[in-house]
C-alpha cells in the first residue's frame, strides 16, 4: 500500500514540475521574442541629494508585461535572462533606450543596473562607449550599479572594464550591499564612487534597535573609503531622519516617489523632451 502510494506521490509531483518546467519554458520563449523585438518598458525613480534635498539623478528600471498582458516581476524575468544567458541583449537595450529618453534632462544623473554577466564580456566598454556617443549623454552622467555578485568571477575582466569607463567619466556603483560576500575586497580595489544600502537594512530602521549602529558603520565604512553612499528603500520619514543622522548622502524609496515611465518624470520635473 505505502509502495502504490509512494508511486502516486510521484506522479503528482512529476506533472506538477512539468508544469512548472513548461510554463518557465513559455516565459523564457517570450523573454527571448521581447529581447528580439525590444518590447521593454523603462521606468524611472528619483535618487535624492541630502545637501540639496533634490532630485539629483534617476535610476532606470526595466518593465516586461507578457503577450497577453500579464505584467512580470523584475526579479524574475531578470534571473530568467541570466540563466538563459541573454541578459546582456536586455541589459543592453535598456541601456540604450534609458541613455536616449535621459540625454535632454539637464543635469541629471542616469543610474543603470549591469547583471554580472555583461559586466565580464570584453565588448562591454565599447558598447557603453557606442551609446553614450549616438545618444549623446555626458558619460558623467551616467552611473553604473554593479551588484557584488559580478564581481565573484573573473575579477580581472571586470576591473578592466570599470578602469576603461571610469577614465571617460562613467561612475560605477556597488548595488545591494550587505547582501553579498566579499565585499569589502571589491570596495577597496575597485574604482568605485557610490555604494547603495540594500534595501533589507533600510526595512529594519526603527524596528530593530541593532539597525542604527549596523547602517552608521556600513556608511562611515563607505566613507572612509571615499564613496558616495545611497540607501535604497526609503519609505518612512523616520527612516529617513535615521538615514540623516547617520550621514548618508543620497535617499531613494517609495518616501520620495516610485519609478515613474519617461513621459510622467517629465511632467514632473518640468524636463524638456530628449532630442
Ligand atoms: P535594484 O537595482 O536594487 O532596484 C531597486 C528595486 O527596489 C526596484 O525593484 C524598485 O522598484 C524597488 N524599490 C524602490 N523603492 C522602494 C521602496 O521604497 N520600497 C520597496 N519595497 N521597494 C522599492 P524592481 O524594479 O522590481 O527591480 C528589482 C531588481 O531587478 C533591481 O533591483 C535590479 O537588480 C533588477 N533590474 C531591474 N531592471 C534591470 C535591468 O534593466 N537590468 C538588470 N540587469 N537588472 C535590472
Ligand atoms: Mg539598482
Ligand atoms: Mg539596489
Ligand atoms: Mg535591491
Known amino acids: ?80 535572462a541570466e540563466e538563459a544567458g541573454i541578459v546582456s541583449e536586455l541589459d543592453a537595450l535598456v541601456l540604450r533606450q534609458a541613455c536616449r529618453e535621459a540625454s535632454g534632462w539637464h543635469e541629471l544623473v ?30 558623467q ?28 567619466g562613467v561612475r560605477f556603483t556597488l548595488d545591494d550591499f550587505g547582501t553579498g560576500y566579499s565585499s569589502l575586497d571589491h570596495l577597496r580595489t575597485l574604482q568605485l564612487e557610490g555604494m547603495k544600502i540594500d534595501r533589507s537594512f533600510v526595512a529594519d530602521l526603527g524596528r530593530e534597535p541593532e539597525s542604527i549602529t549596523l547602517i552608521t558603520s556600513i556608511i562611515a565604512l563607505g566613507h572612509a573609503l571615499g564613496l558616495s553612499v545611497t540607501a535604497e528603500g526609503v519609505e518612512t520619514k523616520q527612516q529617513l531622519a535615521l538615514l540623516r543622522a547617520a550621514g548618508c548622502d543620497e535617499f531613494q524609496g517609495y518616501l520620495f516617489g516610485h519609478p515613474v515611465s519617461a513621459e510622467e518624470l517629465r511632467r514632473r520635473l518640468r524636463l524638456p523632451r530628449a532630442a
Open 110 to 139: 542616469l543610474a543603470v543596473n549591469v547583471s554580472p554577466q555583461e559586466l565580464r564580456t570584453p565588448h562591454y566598454a565599447k558598447l557603453v562607449r557606442d551609446v553614450l556617443a549616438e545618444s549623446g549623454l555626458p558619460p
Open 141 to 168: 552622467r551616467l552611473r553604473l550599479e554593479i551588484t557584488e555578485t559580478a564581481l565573484l568571477e573573473d575579477k580581472t575582466m571586470v576591473a578592466y572594464t570599470v578602469r576603461e569607463l571610469s577614465r571617460l
Open 1 to 80: 500500500r505505502a509502495k502504490s502510494l509512494g508511486r502516486n506521490r510521484m506522479v503528482i509531483f512529476d506533472s506538477a514540475m512539468d508544469a512548472a518546467l513548461q510554463e518557465r519554458q513559455q516565459l523564457e520563449l517570450e523573454l527571448r521574442n521581447a529581447i528580439r523585438d525590444d518590447c521593454f518598458n523603462i521606468v524611472y525613480q528619483p535618487q535624492v541629494c541630502r545637501v540639496t534635498g533634490r532630485i539629483a539623478g534617476v535610476e532606470a528600471l526595466a518593465r516586461w508585461t507578457r503577450p497577453d498582458g500579464r505584467p512580470v516581476e523584475p526579479s524574475l524575468f531578470i534571473t530568467i
